[in-house]
């Protein structure tokens, strides 16, 4: 993949409703009780995502975040074959359309699976990149670090939001939805607890967002009492 879609992602991707009403409101199967109640744990994430005591705040930002790219890259693994040109033309969730934008700004015409790529192609490149995500000692993050896991997040739902819209059928058949509805919720929490994710982003699954994880958004109290050095 060439180096011009690879930082793409800086300039971003934008949002905007499909323009199509669908004839028949389409049922969300991933709301039923009987799949929403799966999870393949029962820890409280309330508790987990709290930055533990003495742990540098972007240490923590960065070893969960390159976490989360991890395990949804291994989801969407799992229905990559089933997310073709063919059945997802567009990346879609709900009556939101995600459009890829290089570093131009210019609009790149893709598929869904050519947006994930684009996304997790992206992301990779930045987690394994030493002037980014500084794993030696000594190393230390650039200024621009926590607006990075801010737009690496916001890729990163896009991915889970296309997963629940598009593919929750073939999950269900492979028994997942429960790594996925942990995944989300783990996720989810994680962002709110320091304001990664910007609500109007994550509005398209807020119905999902106050089963799986319970109400409010945006940065919690944890978000606004971290002090961080400059």
């Given at each position: ?9 800086l ?19 991933y709301?039923?009780?009987?799949h929403t109640?799966?999870r393949?744990?029962?820890f409280?994430?309330?508790e ?11 240490e923590?930002?960065a ?5 989360f ?8 693994s799992?229905i ?6 063919e ?8 009556n ?6 290089d ?7 893709c ?6 790529d ?13 002037d980014v ?16 896991v ?6 990163l739902?896009h ?7 598009s ?7 492979l ?17 709110r ?21 319970g ?9 606004q ?6």
């Amino acid at each position: 993949m060439g180096r011009r879609w690879c930082l793409g992602w800086l300039v971003g991707s934008k949002a905007k409703p499909n323009g199509k009403k669908p004839v028949v409101e389409e049922k969300k199967m991933y709301l039923e009780p009987e799949h929403t109640k799966s999870r393949i744990t029962d820890f409280e994430f309330k508790e987990l995502v709290v930055l533990p005591r003495e742990i540098d705040l972007n240490e923590w930002l960065a070893s969960n975040t390159t976490t989360f790219f991890h395990h949804i890259n291994l989801q969407y693994s799992t229905i990559s074959e089933f997310c073709t040109g063919e059945t997802c033309q567009t990346m879609a969730v709900c009556n939101t359309q995600y459009h890829w934008y290089d570093e131009r700004g210019k609009k790149v015409k893709c598929t869904a699976p050519q947006y994930v790529d684009f996304v997790m192609s992206s992301v990779q490149k930045l987690v394994t990149d030493e002037d980014v995500f500084p794993t030696k000692y000594g190393r230390e993050f650039p200024s621009s670090f926590e607006s990075l896991v801010k737009k690496i997040c916001k890729y990163l739902f896009h991915v889970l939001g296309h997963i629940y819209w598009s593919h929750f059928k073939e999950t269900l058949a492979l028994e997942l939805q429960g790594h996925l509805n942990t995944l989300y919720a783990h996720f989810i929490l994680f962002s709110r607890e320091f304001g990664l994710l910007d609500p109007k982003e994550t509005a398209v699954l807020d119905d999902l967002t106050e089963v799986l994880c319970g109400g409010g958004a945006g940065g919690g109290p944890g978000a606004q009492n971290h002090v961080k050095e400059r």
